[in-house]
T-cell receptor, first 113, second 111 residues
Framework: DTEVTQTPKHLVMGMTNKKSLKCEQHMGHRAMYWYKQKAKKPPELMFVYSYEKLSINESVPSRFSPECPNSSLLNLHLHALQPEDSALYLC????????????FGSGTRLTVV | GQQVMQIPQYQHVQEGEDFTTYCNSSTTLSNIQWYKQRPGGHPVFLIQLVKSGEVKKQKRLTFQFGEAKKNSSLHITATQTTDVGTYFCAGPQGGSEKLVFGKGTKLTVNP
């Protein structure tokens, strides 16, 4: 299995809702990432997990809460989001030394209304 | 912090013409990676360059890493409509796990 699977593919949520994005990989990668991508912009790093521990938080607002339950799963919990948080949220994984590049999932397109 | 600049931002070519995108870092990179993102898709890893002066080829794509390991280029020979998309270079920031992406070059190919 050489894929990163993200669910859901599309999500519309209100500003008072709580939702979660899920990401799964079975490539044995021990580094996993959350990126945010706005239209016509490059991916921007949000969080890095290495060996299931949070190693980088790019000063992301607390309304985004990551979780890594095990080496194959990565979640992003969303609460009280703002319309400007609407974007494509990409999960990626790689070997810890990242020498073979990142494998990205197809993303969750999030719309906050 | 480290910045990765990429030019041009957009490139329109006729099918069969060549295409080149350039990437320049403000600091020396341990490696540089290239990704392609099709319209409506997600970034797909193309290649990683590690050595100074390295040149790698994948069919019609040629990737180069500069001698100073601060710049890189991707050249596509005889573009095809299947080459359309945005090409991103990316480099690790300060040897960390943080991969910094250039702004990308959006390629359109007229048949």
């Amino acid at each position: 299995d050489t894929e990163v699977t993200q669910t859901p593919k599309h999500l519309v949520m209100g500003m008072t809702n709580k939702k979660s994005l899920k990401c799964e990989q079975h490539m044995g990668h021990r580094a996993m990432y959350w990126y945010k991508q706005k239209a016509k912009k490059p991916p921007e790093l949000m969080f890095v997990y290495s060996y299931e521990k949070l190693s980088i938080n790019e000063s992301v607002p607390s309304r985004f809460s990551p979780e890594c339950p095990n080496s194959s799963l990565l979640n992003l919990h969303l609460h009280a989001l703002q319309p400007e948080d609407s974007a494509l949220y990409l999960c990626a994984s790689s070997p810890v030394d990242s020498r073979s590049g990142y494998t990205f999932g197809s993303g969750t397109r999030l719309t906050v209304v | 912090g480290q910045q990765v600049m990429q030019i041009p931002q957009y490139q329109h070519v006729q099918e069969g013409e060549d295409f080149t995108t350039y990437c320049n870092s403000s600091t020396t990179l341990s490696n540089i990676q290239w990704y392609k993102q099709r319209p409506g898709g997600h970034p797909v890893f193309l290649i990683q360059l590690v050595k100074s002066g390295e040149v790698k080829k994948q069919k019609r794509l040629t990737f180069q890493f500069g001698e100073a390991k601060k710049n890189s280029s991707l050249h596509i020979t005889a573009t095809q409509t299947t080459d359309v998309g945005t090409y991103f270079c990316a480099g690790p920031q300060g040897g960390s796990e943080k991969l910094v992406f250039g702004k990308g070059t959006k390629l359109t190919v007229n048949p």
